[in-house]
């Protein structure tokens, strides 16, 4: 295997020496649109799209500068300026895996931008929609382009910050509010294990930047790294919904579509595999404990994902679960060491394509649906809206893995190699694409096949062109892009200078055991979706369901646990605090006071007024003074 | 050889408080602008100052000045400032000219959008000329190289702000103004024991700090005068148990009060802790390290509880206050360079982020005449600058990374953590517990958000006027300098570290460099 | 005689201080003052006799001085209150208490 360790950083020139431009230039339109505000209103959006378009185009051309370069010279670091002296600087490390990730983000984000044009055009708040997409891309850029944990903590937080923001956009709806919250808390929690693994990082190696790190750790596995490699898949846990965190992604929904395409689909929900795979070869190498916990985390959460997503009416909460599910899949690709990097990342980035694609999709159904997200309202909408309906097909015939296109070939190379290296992780993996087969199966035939079923007020129809023109670019690349990335491991030699590579490049087969038996149960799956919901009528009120269907349903019972486990005594342990402050603490101190107080009230009644009691008490004490002496016998 | 920079600078505030309560009756708003323009006048002198810092001479102290004052007692008027008084005096020199003009119709009578008057008409001039005699001794209190001096400006602070509260406070001040002042009183009374305890045995004839550093040998008399330093400056500020008349304090007091009280006055405590207990009573420091961590963990977990469960805007604020003070309290006890700088740099983010909380719930409490949480709701909808600057300075009160607060609270914990100072892992544990306050925080922020500024507007709140450009002015530049240090704290942390490797030699921590690194080096 | 002297001074005493606790006309009591410091007068002289020096009668005549003072003040203050109060008792001059 060979490792990116010994890979020295060069420091950048030329065009790689701007890549901070990628960061500035949204982080600026994101300034100013804030800044200035209402008066920004009329083109607003126009400078949004236009800085996320520009930082593309310096990922572009930042990427041909470093294919421009022989192999070993692939990582290049651009220094920017001492942040904590003594401990850390700031600094983008440009290499094959962080430009990938900024040609995803900055591509599927202008897409995106483009799209929301359209798709906000009547909301009255379209310009702060802007900046925030403009402050996510920045924030998310800084996250993949750092050279060291501590800017990546930065992007990541910044992320969540502009995820919070976005989910909570229409924050006068409470559950919008109330999911916003949610979201930045939970992953707070992550962000806990990231900031405990930073603490022991520095305290054993000395350094948080990911170029000297290599040295430092040197290959040495213990309980150190064990430990630092948990904390850092909890951090990934919280960003990336993987369980146990993974409660706050259903209700980030809450959010208007293209942020759910973005956010919640293309890109921050993906950083955690980012985070495992950057620090792979410090903390999760082929084989230790901590990457069998990367993987046993993916392969369960692609199973709670998909099951989740066989349950849901609400169609953006039905590609919600299949997020989950998809990440579940790069994170079992993750853990399995660089002989599954190349397949997550590649994934990765047809998931960010297809699942874009289907959510925007999503989003331009419910644009001509008066918003109505239940799909059991849907039906028969294939006539209506025939651009969406091409594009979200191709969508789903990415994501289920339907052969040539872009899902068949990277979830393939994640189950080939996952049951090569994990057999019992990789047939549940295969068994989580059967259950994706139905589950996607369900969502086109209740959305587009059948009967109408809509509300008296819906008309449906096509949406506008700024709209429609990102789909079909989306399910282009939903199409070839994972034959490109993977027939002939493009992506695999191209990440290598990065993370490393098996000796032995793999052999994409069309005719494995496993790819077979994934099919099969792809084709199982979808055809008994066809049974129950294509050939079938579907109900418009949701049936009861199986006591299986309501475990669905409600989540597996994530929120309930997380209610039972940590709200409810959290609110007691709350409420006894505050008790214990008013009455025990301040108790005390009050009652100090109060007692002194009230003795001085008692004491102050002896002062009677009548001076004859004054009197009869001088004589008392000049008696008893005078005996005391004579007691003494000093007199 | 004396500079006379520090004198000037103390000097300056109070002709400006003498002016302005010499001024006839009914000349209001002519009290304010003189107020403003010498708050101003002292800002500009402290930047020109700063901005000399680097190249002016001095070995740890720079512009000193020294004075005889109370020859036979050897006490002298003795000022000079090392870094971390330099980042200190140039925050109550920010923050000053922000409070004036936040507290500018404080004393006028405030009424809320309705119209309903929830603070009486007061003299304005008192309270203009109180704030500026307040800033002349916050800069004393910094400055002062004499430990005699040094109690005095502690002592004599509680004045003005004990009348602040009191005169110009809410509903329960004069509840709120006595419980502060009697704490500070008990804790003062403590200390100035232990200042003619240090000046007896020590035996010197003198009270000048640099002088006394180091001449105290025996531990247990240095033991008894630390606990007569620390229990002052633990009730300064404030560490759990001492904590409770913060919460009422800065509940009651004027909104500008408070973010003096909070931003600047509670520094003292973490300043003296650092500089006095830790350089004067090494041994005893090292002694008591263990309990004390424990004391600021518990602060850390517990303000934070208490304040998820607040109904109280300020209160709450006031609550979280005390689970950041237990982080400063954490860094400085850590004993690693990297902890105590960023206990250091602490104290200057606190006073921004903290600053700008106070004042944004400040203005939205002056809105709707009630601090209640409950009575808010959907502030973005209709006062959306407001809602926006709330917002920001909440996030800066999570220490959310990209902002000022994260990289103190990052430097503090991770100093904390890889401190080997005492080759233990207690301080890592510490260090890791208090980690869990980046979760509560987020809750008692956001949850304060969204019951104030999300959701359906409330009916009064429909009223709302967003921020007029006084106020604006107000936020905008805490708003920038929490951005600007979140991303660039260099300058800072330039000016802080040569102090602390300071504190740290004379603490005799064994080569702070090693302890700082951690074994992995 | 000395013994019978002092019995005498300490029977006086007793009398006045009983005369100050009992009665309540200001009149009487302020009488009774001025036969306690009689009392102590008598004492000091006898013991003056006894010792065989002059101190105990000098004090005696600077008793009758500072009495013959409080005499003046006194009874001006009686008369006063009488005047408002229309009473010369000091239990009604209670104003002075808590």
Known sequence: MESPVEIVQHTAGGVIGLSWLMIVLPLLGAAILLVLGRKTNRWGHLLGVAMSLASFVVAVLGFFALIGLPDDQRRQAVHLYEFIPGMVDMGLLIDPLSISFALLITGVGSLIHIYS???MAHDPDRRRFFAYLNLFVAAMLLLVLSDNYVGLFIGWEGVGLASYLLIGFWQFKPSAAVAAKKAFIVNRVGDFGLLVGMFIIWTSFGTLAFGDLGAKVNGVQDGTTLAIGLLLLLGACGKSAQLPLQSWLLDAMEGPTPVSALIHAATMVTAGVYLVVRSGAFFFPEGSTAALAVAIVGAATLLAGAIIGCAKDDIKKGLAGSTMSQIGYMMLGAGLGPAGYAFAIGHLITHGFFKADMFLGAGSVMHGMNDEVNMRKYGGLRKYMPITFVTFIVGYLAIIGFPLLSGYFTKDGIIETAVHHQPVLGWLAVAGAGITGFYMSRMIFMTFFGEKRWDADAHPHESPAVMTVPLIILSIGSIFLGGYLIL???????????????????????????????????????GFAWFRYGRAEVPVVAPRGSFVTTFARRDLYGDALNESLFMRPGQWLTRIAVFFDNRGIDGVVNGLAAGIGGTSGRLRRLQTGFARTYALSILIGAALLTGALLLVGNI | MSSLWLPILMVVPVLGAIVVALLPKGSDKLAKQVTLAVSLVVLVLTLVMAFQFPSASGDRFKFEAVYDWIPSFGVHFGVGVDGIALVLIALSAVLVPIVVLASWHDADGVRTADGTLITPKRSVKTYF?????LEAMMIGVFAATDVFLF????????????????SYGGAQRSYAAVKFLLYSLFGGLLMLVAVIGLYVVAGKGTFMFPELVGVIQDPATQKWLFAGFFIAFAIKAPLWPVHTWLPDAAAQAPAGAAVLLVGVLDKVGTFGMLRFCLELFP?????????????AVISIIYGAIVAIGQSDMKRLIAYTSISHFGFIVLGVFAMSQVAQAGAALYMVNHGFATG????AAGF????????????????????PLLAGFFLVAGLAGLSLPGLSSFVSEFMVMIGAYSSTAFGSGALSVAAGISALAVILAAVYILWMVQRTLNGPTAEPVKAFKDLNVREILVLAPLVALIIGFGFYPKPLLDVINPTVTQTLVNVQV????????GAGQ | MTTQYLILSGLLFAIGAMGVLIRRNAIVVFMCVELMLNACNLAFVTFARQVGNLEGQIIAFFVMVVAAAEVVVGLAIIVTIFRTRRSASVDDANLLKY
């Open chain 1, 117 to 119: 044009i359209g798709y």
């Open chain 1, 488 to 526: 002939s491991n493009t992506l695999m030699k191209f990440l290598a200078p990065a993370v490393g590579r098996p000796t032995d490049l793999p052999v994409f087969h069309f005719a494995s055991v496993p790819g077979l038996a994934t099919l099969a149960l792809v084709a199982v799956g979808a």
């Open chain 2, 129 to 133: 000329s109180l704030l500026l005699v």
């Open chain 2, 151 to 166: 109690y005095v400006f502690f002592e004599a602070m509680l004045i003005p702000m004990y009348f602040m509260i009191g």
């Open chain 2, 283 to 295: 041994d005893a420091a090292k002694a008591f390290t263990m309990p004390i961590v424990v004391l």
């Open chain 2, 356 to 359: 700008a909380l106070f004042l």
């Open chain 2, 364 to 383: 939205l409490i002056s809105r709707r005449g009630s601090p209640h949480i409950a009575d808010y709701g959907g502030v973005q909808k209709v006062a």
């Open chain 2, 510 to 517: 064994d080569n702070p460099a090693i302890a700082e690194k």
